[in-house]
């Protein structure tokens, strides 16, 4: 005889929720939204100034920006949507809105990296054909300049922001605009050869392009790849599923671990659990034994963690 029951602990999924509206996370959102504003305000002049002013690097480089803007925008709207609470449109909460704008930003910036490599592939066989580069214009050089001072600038800020709030995101965000500063040293070093050193130099803008085209790309793919296996319901990693089986195995009630299925969904961890108990147990004491699991994998991975059992003897 196997008796089955489910329950599933509403309270627990809504415990787990971090409060919107603490003084956390409105420090964490007003720090995101003045780096938007400067994003943005850079990504704009660097388009415009790579475009109208021959530099191929510029323009990369821009779109190196909306990759900030972006990753910005996701943090401000879509992280905000993924922490609501279930209800009854999405029972299983929003964690995959997340996850989607990822995939999309991630792929979009795949796309815009091949292009950007493509477009500086066709300069650089030019330059080798023998034809005469454009001459970036002195004003993409200042551009170039104001962006790593502006991005100096914003890393500071973040960090000290970042520090002070103890938030893990920012400062991740933080080293994310050091890094655009490095990207655009490497735009600074193509534009000036470029623009300073006459026509046998240009050749440096779209090789530095290309390089952007490497800091586009290598981000944006790992930020697809487990985006994508997410949206697909890939099993959570083999290391994690090992230590819930352990935690379940823990329990001494617990004569066997028939099955474990596990996902994730934004910031949540769902695990479906089969198990072999004493067939004489009451349903009370079943419950018990799933409430002391429950309490043991929110102590040991995260308060986002929802589990449904199933019981057999």
Same mark, same amino acid.
């Given at each position: 005889?196997?008796?089955?029951?489910?329950?599933?602990?509403?309270?627990?999924? #809504?415990?787990?929720?971090?409060?919107?509206?603490?003084?956390?996370?409105?420090?964490?959102?007003?720090? *995101?939204?003045?780096?938007?504003?400067?994003?943005?305000?850079?990504?704009?002049?660097?388009?415009?100034?790579?475009?109208?002013?021959?530099?191929?690097?510029?323009?990369?480089?821009?779109?190196?920006?909306?990759?900030?803007?972006?990753?910005?925008?996701?943090?401000?709207?879509?992280?905000?949507?993924?922490?609501?609470?279930?209800?009854?449109?999405?029972?299983?909460?929003?964690?995959?809105?997340?996850?989607?704008?990822?995939?999309?930003?991630? @792929?979009?910036? #795949? +796309? &815009?990296? $091949?292009? /950007?490599?493509?477009?500086?592939?066709?300069?650089?066989?030019?330059?080798?054909?023998?034809?005469?580069? %454009?001459?970036? %214009?002195?004003?993409?050089? +200042? +551009?170039?300049?104001?962006? &790593?001072?502006?991005?100096?600038?914003?890393?500071?800020?973040?960090?000290? *922001?970042?520090?002070?709030?103890?938030?893990?995101?920012? $400062?991740?965000?933080?080293?994310?605009?050091?890094?655009?500063?490095?990207?655009?040293?490497?735009?600074?070093?193509? $534009?000036?050869?470029?623009?300073?050193?006459?026509?046998?130099?240009?050749?440096? %803008?779209?090789?530095?392009?290309?390089?952007?085209?490497?800091?586009?790309?290598?981000?944006? #793919?790992?930020?697809?790849?487990?985006?994508?296996?997410?949206?697909?319901?890939?099993?959570?990693?083999?290391? *994690?599923?090992?230590?819930?089986?352990?935690?379940?195995?823990?329990?001494?009630? *617990?004569?066997?671990? !028939?099955?474990?299925?596990?996902?994730?969904?934004?910031?949540? #961890?769902?695990?479906?659990?089969?198990?072999? $108990?004493?067939?004489?147990?009451?349903? @009370?004491?079943?419950?018990? /034994?799933?409430? !002391?699991?429950?309490?043991?994998?929110?102590?040991? =991975?995260?308060?986002?963690?929802?589990?449904?059992?199933? =019981?057999?003897?």
């Amino acid at each position: 005889m196997s008796h089955h029951h489910h329950h599933h602990h509403a309270d627990s999924l #809504l415990r787990s929720i971090p409060d919107e509206g603490s003084s956390q996370a409105s420090a964490i959102r007003r720090v *995101v939204r003045i780096g938007c504003i400067i994003n943005f305000i850079l990504m704009g002049l660097k388009l415009g100034a790579g475009y109208f002013g021959h530099s191929e690097a510029l323009f990369a480089d821009g779109f190196h920006s909306l990759n900030d803007v972006a990753a910005d925008i996701i943090m401000l709207i879509f992280v905000g949507i993924s922490y609501r609470k279930p209800d009854r449109r999405f029972n299983y909460g929003y964690g995959k809105f997340e996850t989607f704008s990822s995939f999309l930003m991630s @792929s979009l910036l #795949l +796309v &815009i990296s $091949v292009l /950007i490599a493509i477009e500086a592939g066709e300069s650089i066989l030019a330059y080798f054909k023998g034809e005469e580069l %454009d001459q970036p %214009d002195f004003w993409t050089f +200042v +551009v170039v300049l104001f962006a &790593i001072f502006c991005k100096e600038g914003l890393y500071r800020f973040y960090s000290a *922001v970042g520090r002070r709030v103890e938030s893990k995101a920012l $400062v991740a965000n933080a080293w994310h605009h050091r890094s655009d500063a490095l990207a655009s040293v490497a735009t600074l070093i193509g $534009v000036s050869c470029a623009h300073f050193f006459g026509p046998a130099f240009r050749i440096f %803008d779209p090789i530095a392009s290309l390089v952007i085209a490497g800091f586009i790309f290598i981000p944006a #793919l790992r930020l697809f790849i487990p985006s994508f296996a997410e949206l697909m319901e890939h099993s959570l990693p083999e290391d *994690v599923v090992e230590k819930a089986r352990g935690l379940i195995a823990a329990s001494p009630e *617990v004569k066997e671990v !028939v099955a474990i299925r596990s996902r994730r969904n934004g910031h949540f #961890l769902y695990f479906d659990i089969a198990i072999k $108990v004493d067939p004489n147990l009451s349903l @009370s004491q079943c419950q018990k /034994i799933s409430k !002391v699991i429950e309490d043991a994998f929110h102590r040991d =991975f995260c308060a986002h963690v929802t589990l449904s059992f199933r =019981f057999f003897s």
